[in-house]
């Protein structure tokens, strides 16, 4: 099964920006192209932002002023996964009667994987169960957002230059007709003379607003430091109560050093996201809206429209000699594909990696057309494809085995990696179809696509 367990043993050759080498079930084919797409060959662009955990989608705009994170939902800061919120009875005083105590609810965040609760970190109880949980504060805020502010103002004056500088090469390429067409003269001449005109000097929206300048004062660095504590190489060490290296790059602002400074962490949104062919600009993969569900509105996988190669049984490999290898074609549309299978050429710039010779089915194979109820049918009768029992070692609904011969041409500890390109007819049906002539077939036509694929076999026999 080198698609599902072994990916990596069957990969397929993708001609975009990268030649990327990937399995078939990591890919996706562009039905306007005709073309095998890779994640590095197509724009991703952000649907909507969503908690994993309580499910609430976010849009973009209130996803980034909450720096990603939901306000609900909590991670544990040992383990990193979800906290839940329990509930338990507390005594409390009346407020009638201090001497008397009756029991109240109280809320507190624990994890059901590791058993870490809020109390371990001296974080009060609530009264309510949403919200309101006590956090950490980072003593370098105040800097942090000055810095922001800062390069924010840096990015804005860079985004005016380079507005004025448009400006002034779009008025020197300015027709003296076209000026005077729509009054622009008498509004230059204006300008000349010392009468500045706000709409063509490139400014912000805000005009007539002095804009705050923002300084910031240079990080100074300190030429002492702060002692080690005395006993900091005597004072036996207790692993638990100290931090993994995870645990604390997961908060970077704070990095605590021991367990009890550890805080619980908002949990990070995740994103839906719709993957668009840079060439044509058409969707490959676009998923629905609701969080809830795990359905695609398109969704252009390479399995559902190229013939898939796997590898079904591999005999001993041994220098210099001649063996067959048991491989299996499987077609996915529902019409008979027509597939054949060449070796590549001396100088092809494709085959880089093989150190196998291969022989290749001079004849052509035919696969039948993918029927989900056929396997279910008994008493379906098979078709009669009238095959070579020297090249298919079986036929079944739309797979077929069959062989192919590997001379190992290298005596190296390396896998024994051979290549080939295989050529099938391919037909849009989901294309739009221009109405013809009556009485003409409106079939779709049948275009021809060559892929080059990679087969690694392992290693020699001893």
Known sequence: MASLLQPDKVVYLVRGEKRIRAPISQLYFCRYCSELRSLECVSHEVDSHYCPSCLENMPSAEAKLK????????DCPCCMHTLSTRATNIPAPLPDDPTKTAMKKAYYLACGFCRWTSRDVGMADKSVASGGWQEPENSHNQRINKLIEYYQQLAHREKQERDRKK???????????FSEKYGLGTRLQRQRSGAPISSLAGLSLKEGEDQKEITIE???ALDEVEPLPEDCYTRPISLPEVTTLRQRLLQPDFQPAGASQLHPRHKHLLMKRSLRCRKCEHNLSKPEFNPTSIKFKIQLVAVSYIPEVRIMSIPNLRYMKESQVLLTLTNPVENITHVSLAACEDEDPDDINSTAKVIVPGKELVLAGKDAAAEY??????QDFQDDPDVVAF??????GFFIKVIPQKEEDTDVTVSFKIRHDFRNLAAPIRPSEEGADTTAEAIWLTHHVELSLGPLAP
């Open 167 to 177: 400006l002034a090469r779009r008025r020197q390429c300015m027709p003296l007709a």
């Open 67 to 74: 720096k990603n994170r939901c306000a609900n939902c909590f």
């Open 218 to 220: 240079p990080a100074q």
């Open 377 to 382: 049918d008994e008493l379906a009768e098979p």
């Open 395 to 400: 036929r079944k609904s739309n797979k077929i």
